[in-house]
């Protein structure tokens, strides 16, 4: 499968929850080992990013508009940044955490990578799992 996945997140959904609900279907049904998202715009009630370098997520809770969303997804999970804006244009970014809940829609592509398979190991240099990108043999074409 290389067709993008596109979906619509309805109000009271949990944004990440959802996204890694999405690429557990992409896994079951088309064998989908790697994904990233490729647009995404919407609005959020509550917003929980961590800011670099912090060890615990930040609780934004009023009415946000998801400016980006970027990251990859796999079955070691997501990894997702987003930046969103208050209702006077202010912004911030970080780490999406647990807890980003739709406001009013989120509109999210996701683009399968039928040619790679996504993993997490642990970086010594870092300190955290990080991702470690393998090409993997494609089934052959039919004729």
Do not use: K, N
């Given at each position: 499968?290389?067709?993008?996945?596109?979906?619509?997140?309805?109000?009271?959904?949990d944004l990440r929850s959802a996204l890694t609900a999405a690429f557990t279907q992409l896994q079951t049904e088309h064998n989908t080992q790697a994904a990233c998202v490729?647009?995404?715009?919407g609005s959020l009630s509550r917003a929980v990013l961590r800011y670099a370098a912090e060890p615990n997520g930040t609780v934004l809770e009023e009415p946000l508009e998801l400016i980006t969303l970027s990251g990859t997804l796999s079955a070691d999970g997501a990894h997702l940044h987003a930046s969103v804006a208050d209702a006077r244009g202010n912004v911030r970014?970080?780490?999406?955490?647990?807890?980003?809940?739709?406001?009013?829609?989120?509109?999210?592509?996701?683009?399968?990578?039928?040619?790679?398979t996504f993993?997490?190991?642990?970086?010594a240099a870092t300190g955290y799992k990080e991702l470690v990108a393998t090409v993997r043999p494609l089934p052959p074409s039919a004729p």
């Open positions: 499968m290389s067709q993008t996945l596109v979906l619509r997140l309805t109000p009271g959904e490729i647009s995404a715009v970014g970080g780490h999406v955490m647990p807890g980003c809940i739709v406001r009013t829609t989120a509109e999210i592509v996701l683009a399968p990578l039928p040619g790679w993993s997490r190991e642990h970086d």
